[in-house]
């Protein structure tokens, strides 16, 4: 499991990559990977490209950053999601919280 982020030149966007497990384990490194910024960026994407196992605390997770970049008025894109990851965001309402792509 790694996280990595990347935040735009201009600083209004930042990228967080999730490679491999996305469970409780990721908490800590998630956390930090939006919060050591001390400009809060106008939108959030979450890279799912490379993440193999997604469980109920990654959807916890994905709340908290939410709740972080604005709740109701945040903008956070969930991306590059596999079909099973989907189901699950589908399942749990995220793509009414979410843009899903």
């Known amino acids: ?3 990595e982020s ?3 030149l201009d600083g209004k966007k930042l990228t967080i990559s999730i490679k491999g497990r996305f469970d409780f384990g990721s908490h ?5 990977a ?4 001390y400009k809060v960026p106008e939108s959030y994407v979450v890279d799912l490209k490379e993440t ?4 109920s ?4 997770m994905l709340l908290l950053l939410r709740d972080h970049a604005g709740g109701d008025e ?3 894109r969930v991306s590059n999601s596999s079909p099973d990851v989907r189901k699950i965001l589908a399942i749990s309402n995220f793509d009414k919280l979410f843009d899903i792509s």
């Open 6 to 8: 990347e935040v735009s």
């Open 52 to 55: 193999t196992y997604m469980d």
């Open 74 to 76: 945040s903008q956070v």
């Open 28 to 32: 800590q490194a998630f956390r930090e």
């Open 57 to 60: 605390s990654a959807l916890g």
């Open 34 to 37: 939006y919060e050591r910024y």
């Open 1 to 3: 499991m790694s996280i």
